[in-house]
Nanobody, 128 residues
Framework: QVQLVESGGGLVQAGGSLRLSCVTS????????MGWFRQAPGKEREFVSA????????GYADSVKGRFTISRDNAKNTVYLQMNSLKPEDTALYYC?????????????????????WGQGTQVTVSS
């Protein structure tokens, strides 16, 4: 059984940084794409970033491009999201997800329905 566990969330002031981690167990991520999504209260879950673990292809939402960086360590089965220059509008519950069919895709998927496994989320709160 594949399980994803996020960590690294917290409370930070605007302009600050956080690094989220997502550890996967039960299956190696080397053939997967791993994504980060977020959901603020009263809003739909939205794509943040993703990385295909085979070749490192990445994708970012326009709202985080240039501020967030996704990376992976296949040996540790872990994906990271470095978040810099945080804004209050980045406040949300951040979820890690895995796409097991990444090998057959041209690029990373940006919709939640394209992911097969999900973590429980880690809260990020940015104060103004």
């Amino acid at each position: 059984q594949v399980q994803l566990v996020e960590s690294g969330g917290g409370l930070v002031q605007a302009g600050g940084s956080l690094r989220l981690s997502c550890v996967t167990s039960g299956r190696t991520i080397s053939s997967y794409a791993m994504g980060w999504f977020r959901q603020a209260p009263g809003k739909e879950r939205e794509f943040v970033s993703a990385i295909r673990c085979t070749d490192g292809i990445t994708g970012y939402a326009d709202s985080v491009k240039g501020r967030f960086t996704i990376s992976r360590d296949n040996a540790k089965n872990t994906v990271y999201l470095q978040m810099n220059s945080l804004k209050p509008e980045d406040t949300a519950l951040y979820y890690c997800a895995a796409d097991r069919d990444a090998w057959r895709r041209v690029t990373v998927v940006r919709t939640a329905t394209g992911y097969d496994y999900w973590g429980q989320g880690t809260q990020v709160t940015v104060s103004s």
